[in-house]
């Protein structure tokens, strides 16, 4: 029977293609399955063998602290290069985007206080 390794909602694509190289470099049989037409299916590599399951879970778990590791230290070498952006250098390079997020905000924050502050009257 197959068991669920690894789910691809949201994830980069070059991740997920690091995990089948993983997996075939490592002989292991895994198939993939999609959202489908309606993005209501999971999205996810699946192992053909439950017997594989952890030799395969120990290599993905192995490959994702590795990758966590490099994109903190890549992010760090930005950050001391000066390439990240603060949180308000990326709203005054985009006001629109900000002005609407905060309308936003204030619509659901108004709509959700709304009973309470008419039940007084």
């Not at 985009?94 to 709509?111: D, N």
């Amino acid at each position: 029977m197959a068991k669920l390794l690894f789910r691809l909602n949201g994830v980069n694509e070059d991740e997920a293609e690091d995990v089948r190289t993983l997996l075939q470099d490592a002989g292991i049989e895994f198939y993939e399955t999609d959202e489908g037409r309606w993005r209501i299916s999971v999205a996810a590599i699946w192992l053909r063998h439950n017997n594989d399951y952890e030799q395969a879970r120990g290599l993905l778990d192995q490959y994702q602290q590795e990758r966590l590791q490099r994109i903190r230290s890549e992010y760090e070498q930005q950050q001391q290069k000066g390439n990240t952006q603060s949180m308000l250098q990326r709203w005054l390079e985009q006001p629109a985007e900000l002005i609407m997020t905060l309308i936003a905000v204030l619509l659901v924050l108004g709509l959700t206080l709304w009973p309470f502050l008419s039940l007084g009257q």
